[in-house]
């Protein structure tokens, strides 16, 4: 009689553990699953999301440099992008330099904003 509630008590237990143990391993590969599909969907919306990046250059009396300054843009790894010039009521050629530039280059997506007084920044 003992040897038959051991044995009963034995596959209860045995039974228990079988239960529970599959449950958790049935539950981390359903984890593992998960975490592999939530990272195939993230690497496809990073490779679709591609946010519009705007490069804002100052410029006043600046033709000596803004050629090389927007020759840099061939350099940058953003593919959508805006680059700005604000062309600050320059007394030089900055203006038709960048005006040229643009011309020359219909492609990069170069803009020119030309204000008509020069303001400075107070403290």
């Known amino acids: 009689m003992f040897k038959d509630i051991a044995f009963y008590l034995f596959a209860m237990i045995a ?7 599959g449950y958790i391993a049935g539950a ?4 593992i699953k998960q ?6 969907i993230s690497k496809t919306i990073r490779r679709k999301y591609r946010p519009l990046v705007t490069i804002i250059v100052p410029a006043h ?6 050629i090389k300054t927007l020759e840099s843009i061939e350099k940058i ?5 805006k680059f700005l010039v604000v062309d600050d009521a320059s007394s030089d050629a900055t203006r038709s330099l960048v005006w ?6 219909p492609n990069r997506n170069i803009h020119l904003l030309r204000k ?5 920044a107070k403290e």
Request: hydrophobic share 40%; no cysteine; net charge positive.
């Open 100 to 105: 040229r530039y643009i011309q020359l280059h």
């Open 35 to 40: 975490f592999f599909r939530k990272r195939k």
């Open 77 to 81: 790894h953003i593919v959508n992008y």
């Open 61 to 66: 009396n600046e033709e000596v440099r803004i």
């Open 28 to 31: 981390n590969l359903y984890d």
């Open 15 to 21: 039974i228990i553990n079988t239960i529970h143990l």
């Open 116 to 120: 008509q007084k020069n303001v400075v």
